[in-house]
C-alpha cells in the first residue's frame, strides 16, 4: 500500500504545482490535490516510531 500512496502524492502535488502556473486558476482542484498530498503524508508518518519513545517507556517503569 506504501508504494501506492507515494506516487498518488507525487502526482497530487505536480496537479497542485501545474495549476497554480496556468493563467485561469482552478482553486478547487489546487484543493483537492493539496487535501490528497497532506492525508498521504499523516499516513506515511503514522507508522514513524516516534523519537522519544525509548525514553517514555523509560519513564513509565
Do not use: H, W
Request: glycine fraction near 2%; aromatic fraction near 4%.
Amino acid at each position: 500500500m506504501k508504494k501506492l500512496r507515494i506516487p498518488i502524492m507525487i502526482i497530487a502535488i505536480l496537479i497542485a504545482l501545474y495549476e497554480q502556473s496556468c493563467t485561469d486558476k482552478n482553486v478547487y482542484i489546487t484543493i483537492v490535490a493539496i487535501v490528497v498530498f497532506m492525508i498521504g503524508m499523516m499516513q506515511l508518518s503514522a507508522k514513524t516510531p516516534s523519537k522519544n519513545q525509548d525514553k517514555e517507556e523509560q519513564d513509565a517503569e
